[in-house]
């Protein structure tokens, strides 16, 4: 069973942190690039991190400098780690995997869809 189990949102005011968690299991994890998608209330779903080959990273300009994505491959865990939290931050996270340890500059670009989601998180800011 193809598991992607996301952990860690909660309710923080605006400058806090939060380290949100994606456990996955049921697949060959070396042989994705994991991605943190959000999606807020009536907007689209985007992504936001990915991690791919030699734990090469990526970001969305409106996280860079914030946020920070890692891995870690003896677990099967990937974290995003979101410090100075802003309201607009506000969203469900969703942890996803892309087939392929070059996928993410296509999955941040919504050029492909991953092909494994998991659940999702919320994470709350508040002003």
């Known amino acids: 069973e193809v598991q992607l189990q996301a952990s860690g949102g909660g309710l923080v005011q605006a400058g806090g942190s939060l380290r949100l968690s994606c456990a996955a299991s049921?697949?060959?994890?070396?042989?994705?690039?994991i991605a943190w998608f959000r999606q807020a209330p009536g907007k689209e779903r985007e992504a936001v991190s990915c991690?791919?080959?030699?734990?090469?990273?990526y970001y969305t300009d409106s996280v860079k400098g914030r946020f920070t994505i890692s891995s870690d491959s003896t677990k099967n865990t990937v974290y995003l780690q979101m410090n100075s939290l802003k309201p607009e931050d506000t969203a469900v996270y969703y942890c996803?995997?892309?087939?392929?340890?070059?996928?993410?500059?296509?999955?941040?670009?919504?050029?492909?869809?991953?092909?494994?989601w998991g659940q999702g998180t919320l994470v709350t800011v508040s002003s």
């Open positions: 996803a995997a892309a087939y392929g340890r070059l996928a993410c500059p296509a999955t941040m670009t919504n050029q492909r869809r991953p092909n494994y």
């Open positions: 991690i791919g080959r030699l734990s090469i990273t």
């Open positions: 049921g697949f060959a994890f070396g042989d994705y690039s």
